[in-house]
């Protein structure tokens, strides 16, 4: 048993360490080694406070730590990184950067680890206590949120205060104000946001459950009458440009093997990317945001809508349609709901199995959902992150958020994905989609984009929030009658391109 030599050796130090990772440390027997990482980590991170956090954002750094270890010790530490989860995370990496090392203007930015294990109660209480965790950092940057307690420090006499907590409960009380309930890691407080305050209140109606939030105002350890909400929110200080002119298309929810795929429309498309146009001949990479075949046995009775009823036989044939793409576009393609992948999220790249002939296309780079891919990269020149996401979640937010219904956001998805960038999260609510409940949150956005797409609702619209370009992709399907129950009306062969040099938006439309 180390941990009251390791809990002693941190307190020598003037240093506080996480009670998991003090466990982790314990099941290795090397202790001189791990005072060793413990000092490295600290003099690289420049911090008191050791997590498993702290690992994560200072990986690199771990892995050549790791390296300098005597030979004899590196099999003892094995598990150990297996255990922090950056053996794998690390190796799965380095392995789709070398499935596109022939690209080198497009590289992946943010990717998530394979998982193969059935999850238990304690994996989904990890996660959010994670979520929690880099929530709080990010909020904690706000200058707004002076005098921050946590919720156990409440004491029984009103003063001014600042919380962070994840919402827990919201209701709407008889005299008409909200009612939140919030939790932190040390304990619950309800939070009041009065009616007679208007815009508070409006802002307060925003509020979805499970996510994390900064409110200031005044109170004990009872409640908090609410003055300021504050969300985590994502900015850009500027809309940055490229010094090379060059041409960024994003498309998506193509359903290939549908009755309804509109074929005529795609074959011009495909016949403009390829013609001597004057900015055709400078489109360099295309996105294509999920939903490129229609699947099998997808919902009830899909056999009487399909073209195509073999799975395989709809990945040849969506691939035969890309090869004709000329060669110098890149083509980067994550999945959907569609494409015979699990559901749950982040969802893997397609299947080797059925999607074989997208693998043998030698200008199409295949990635998992959410992804963020960098585009445009030179050498004085940072390039584009484009947060790639197919939008599962949108409906939910759509149809249960009062400011979104009453603005029909499911035909305004741009509305929907700017509240999303608000929360800094892709999926806040624990019921709005299928995930896996993994050591990272997935749907945490950590990297700020440049550019966010989506698909999955089938419209297009392409706006500005805070200078992070929003576009979202119109579908290359026909209406069908799920379209017409979720009360969408799609756009049909509408193509945002960008220039990345000017960033105009121009909508080439191929109905």
């Not at 994996?123 to 904690?140: A, P, S, T």
């Not at 104000?177 to 307060?204: C, S, V, W």
């Not at 011009?268 to 294509?288: G, H």
């Not at 945490?444 to 609702?457: A, K």
Request: with cysteine; charged share 25%; hydrophobic share 40%.
């Amino acid at each position: 048993m180390n941990s009251p030599y390791i809990l002693k050796f941190c307190l020598d130090k003037g240093i506080l360490i996480d009670k998991d990772l003090l466990n982790l440390f314990n099941e290795t027997e090397d202790l001189d080694s791990i005072k060793l990482i413990i000092e490295k980590l600290i003099n690289i991170s420049q911090t008191k406070i050791i997590t498993k956090e702290l690992f994560y954002s200072n990986k690199e750094q771990f892995k050549n730590i790791f390296l300098n270890l005597p030979i004899e010790n590196k099999q003892i530490f094995e598990k150990l990184k297996i255990k922090l989860g950056l053996n794998i995370e690390i190796s799965k990496e380095i392995s789709i950067e070398n499935k596109i090392e022939f690209s080198p203007n497009v590289k992946i930015v943010s990717t998530s680890p394979d998982f193969s294990k059935s999850f238990e109660v304690s994996d989904f209480v990890n996660y959010f206590r994670g979520r929690f965790d880099e929530m709080r950092n990010v909020l904690q940057e706000h200058s707004e949120l002076d005098k921050l307690v946590s919720i156990n420090k409440l004491s029984g006499n009103n003063e001014k205060i600042s919380l962070i907590g994840i919402v827990y409960d919201k209701r709407i009380t008889k005299n008409k104000n909200i009612i939140l309930e919030i939790e932190d890691l040390t304990g619950r407080i309800k939070i009041l946001i009065n009616q007679n305050k208007p815009e508070l209140y409006e802002l307060a109606e925003k509020i979805t459950l499970d996510s994390v939030l900064g409110f200031k105002g005044s109170g004990n350890k009872d409640i908090l009458f609410c003055n300021e909400i504050i969300f985590p929110d994502c900015a850009l200080h500027e809309r940055k440009k490229s010094p090379n002119e060059e041409f960024v298309l994003f498309i998506g929810d193509l359903h290939y093997g549908s009755k309804r795929f509109l074929r005529e429309s795609f074959s011009k498309f495909i016949n403009y990317l390829n013609s001597d146009d004057s900015e055709a001949i400078k489109i360099k990479y295309l996105f294509i945001a999920g939903d490129i075949i229609t699947g099998v046995g997808n919902y009830p009775n899909q056999e009487p809508d399909l073209e195509i009823i073999d799975l395989e036989e709809q990945f040849i044939g969506v691939a035969e349609l890309l090869s004709k793409i000329r060669k110098d576009i890149k083509i980067i393609i994550s999945p959907g709901n569609h494409d015979c992948i699990r559901l749950m999220e982040p969802q893997p790249i397609f299947d080797e199995k059925f999607a074989w002939p997208l693998y043998e296309l030698e200008n199409v780079i295949l990635t998992k959902n959410p992804s963020t891919i960098n585009i445009g990269a030179t050498e004085n020149f940072s390039g584009f992150n484009v947060l790639n996401y197919h939008g599962f979640s949108y409906f939910y937010y759509a149809k249960t958020l009062s400011h979104l219904i009453k603005q029909k956001a499911a035909n305004k998805p741009e509305l929907i994905m700017s509240y999303l960038l608000m929360n800094r999260h892709l999926a806040p609510t624990h019921t709005s989609v299928q995930y896996a409940p993994t050591e990272k949150d997935n749907h945490f956005i950590r990297e700020i984009p440049d550019i966010f797409v989506s698909g999955h609702v089938h419209k297009s619209a392409v706006s500005y929030y805070n200078n992070i370009l929003i576009v979202s992709v119109s579908c290359w399907e026909a209406m069908t009658p799920y379209m017409e129950k979720m009360g969408s009306i799609p756009d049909f062969c509408k193509v945002p391109m960008v220039n990345l040099k000017t960033r105009a938006v121009k909508i080439l439309d191929f109905e």
